[in-house]
């Protein structure tokens, strides 16, 4: 049986769509209002007492575009806050 990796520091993992493709999410972008969204169709469909990585019901696609939507609300919210973070905070896929 193969063992799935921990996510990094600071990440949940998610599965995603049919093909249940896992991504790293930072754990700021829970909170978000889309991600928000993604978690309460998430909960309709498979409880809140799914065992193992929260499965997202929609499409990579539509997670893919969820996804750019948060990192360009929150590189926004970084601007007007006046910080200047240097380093990335994109969901990437993990790849098995």
Do not use: N
Not at 7 to 30: D, I
Not at 62 to 69: A, D, I, K, Q, S
């Amino acid at each position: 049986m193969q063992r799935e990796t921990a996510p990094a520091k600071g990440t949940v993992t998610v599965k995603v769509g049919e093909e249940q493709r896992r991504f790293a999410v930072p754990v700021k972008h829970l909170s978000h209002p889309l991600f928000a969204e993604l978690l309460e169709k998430a909960a309709a469909e498979y409880g809140f007492h799914h065992s193992g990585a929260v499965v997202i019901p929609c499409t990579v696609e539509h997670f893919c575009h969820v996804r750019h939507e948060i990192e360009r609300d929150l590189a926004a919210l970084r601007r007007h806050h006046h910080h200047h973070h240097h380093h990335s905070q994109f969901i990437v896929p993990i790849w098995k």
